[in-house]
Nanobody, 122 residues
Framework: QVQLQESGPGLVKPSQTLSLTCTVS??????????WSWIRQPLGKGLEWIGY???????AYNPALKGRPSISRDTSKNQFTLQLTSVTPEDTAVYFC??????????????WGQGAQVTVSS
């Protein structure tokens, strides 16, 4: 059973970079055909996929976020990290990491972390 846990600062100032780490246990982030996503949910709004990193290290991002996110990994620690630059209060949300399945026509999430609240405020 794969388990995921988000960690990082809960408060970020506007214009700074948000950084969150997801630690994975019970499975390797380099296992074949694996994908690992970051997703967020602002209060009272729906889920928004931010991006993913694959088992080979390739990445893909939501174009709506206009080049601000970057996902990297540390395979020695079985972790992957989100950095989101130039944050504004609109980036305030609960951030989730999730194990991801990607097909030709869809993307869906099979295991989730518990979520980490990040507030952007001066």
């Amino acid at each position: 059973q794969v388990q995921l846990q988000e960690s990082g600062p809960g408060l970020v100032k506007p214009s700074q970079t948000l950084s969150l780490t997801c630690t994975v246990s019970g499975g390797s982030i380099t296992a074949n055909y694996g994908y690992w996503s970051w997703i967020r949910q602002p209060l009272g709004k729906g889920l928004e996929w931010i991006g993913y990193i694959s088992s080979s290290g390739s990445t893909a991002y939501n174009p709506a976020l206009k080049g601000r996110p970057s996902i990297s990994r540390d395979t020695s620690k079985n972790q992957f990290t989100l950095q989101l630059t130039s944050v504004t209060p609109e980036d305030t949300a609960v951030y989730f990491c999730a194990r991801t399945i990607v097909t030709m026509t869809s993307i869906y999430f099979t295991s989730w972390g518990q979520g980490a609240q990040v507030t952007v405020s001066s």
